[in-house]
């Protein structure tokens, strides 16, 4: 098959991951990766990479969290051709894997809600993390990783809650503590180094369950 082809399927496959990621939150799905080495975005891994390849293009605008910009800035606006603007302005917030705390916190306590006549113009903030896991897949055990965090989605597209696993928890923190008015609101959608993808619509309430091996 042709390369180029191939890649047009990945990305249209990756696509409707995430499309499920969204119709189901905090239920993870899994996203084909491409060969070879990611270069095009200095400083991310390819599920992030393949985040902005499918979302940001040349109609809309994106922000880099705070502190990580400077090249990943320069290389998004070259491929994507999308305009660069403030955080609190953006379409797209893109969060790289080894953002800081405060970093995450502050992409998120800035990202724009929308208004009221205009709630599609919230954000969608795109955060790299080191994993993401369901629940039985072994994740659970202090051993395999003391610091992954259980996430409990409540709310539409959600029959009682889905619970995740995810290695860091300031992206939650910092959503929390936002006082957005359905509708208007952000939209956060996670990627994990082995292209895990999870999705948290503004419509969704999320609690912190416990760190690995305290779940209950």
């Not at 270069?39 to 390849?53: C, S």
């Not at 910009?69 to 797209?92: I, K, M, N, W, Y």
């Not at 990783?145 to 860091?168: A, C, I, Q, T």
């Amino acid at each position: 098959m042709d390369a180029a082809l191939s890649e047009i399927h990945r990305i249209q496959r990756s696509f409707r991951a995430v499309m499920e990621a969204m119709a189901r939150p905090g239920r993870p799905t899994m996203m084909p990766l491409a060969a070879g080495a990611q270069r095009r975005y200095p400083g991310i891994r390819k599920p992030l990479a393949t985040l902005i390849d499918m979302l940001v293009d040349q109609a809309t605008t994106f922000s880099i969290a705070n502190g990580c910009d400077g090249a990943l800035a320069d290389a998004v606006s070259a491929e994507t051709h999308a305009r660069r603007v403030l955080p609190d302005q953006s379409a797209f917030v893109i969060v790289p894997e080894d953002a800081d705390a405060p970093c995450v916190e502050m992409a998120v306590a800035h990202a724009t809600a929308g208004s009221l006549i205009a709630p599609e113009t919230g954000a969608t903030i795109l955060i790299g993390c080191g994993r993401i896991a369901m629940r039985g897949d072994g994740a659970e055990s202090p051993d395999g990783n003391p610091n992954m965090h259980w996430v409990s989605v409540e709310g539409p597209g959600v029959k009682e809650s889905h619970v995740f696993g995810v290695d860091r928890i300031d992206w939650a923190w910092a959503r929390n503590r936002r006082e957005d008015e359905f509708p208007c609101g952000i939209d956060i959608v996670l990627a994990d180094e082995q292209g895990a993808v999870v999705a948290v619509p503004r419509t969704s309430f999320v609690s912190l369950l416990a760190v690995a091996g305290g779940a209950k």
